[in-house]
Nanobody, 124 residues
Framework: QVQLVESGGGLVQAGGSLRLSCAAS????????MGWFRQVLGKEREFVAA????????YYADSVKGRFTIARDNVKNTMYLQMNSLKPEDTAVYYC?????????????????WGQGTQVTVSS
């Protein structure tokens, strides 16, 4: 089992940057396929980015491609989301998620564990 804790959210002006972190408990972090999702109040949670356990292959939603970068440090048991050129439409609660030995990045139902979320607000 793994526990996930997000941090790094906040308020930023459009065009600015934030880096989110997701700290994971446990000793098998490298076996987890990790993802970031986001949700706006009243809307469905949507896929943002994902990264494989050991090879580091990455996946992105079209809406963030070229602006966001997902990364992980398997020694520190931490995943990151570097968000640049932020837009007001990026405003949401961002969640990290873990899928043990997973390989499907886009479907929420594939992920076994979720963090509590961190709020990102981008002002215009």
């Amino acid at each position: 089992q793994v526990q996930l804790v997000e941090s790094g959210g906040g308020l930023v002006q459009a065009g600015g940057s934030l880096r989110l972190s997701c700290a994971a408990s446990g000793r098998t972090f490298s076996r987890y396929f990790m993802g970031w999702f986001r949700q706006v109040l009243g809307k469905e949670r949507e896929f943002v980015a994902a990264i494989t356990g050991s090879s580091g292959r990455t996946y992105y939603a079209d809406s963030v491609k070229g602006r966001f970068t997902i990364a992980r440090d398997n020694v520190k048991n931490t995943m990151y989301l570097q968000m640049n050129s932020l837009k007001p439409e990026d405003t949401a609660v961002y969640y990290c998620a873990a899928d043990y030995l997973g390989s499907t990045p886009y479907r929420q139902s594939e992920y076994d564990y979720w963090g509590q979320g961190t709020q990102v607000t981008v002002s215009s």
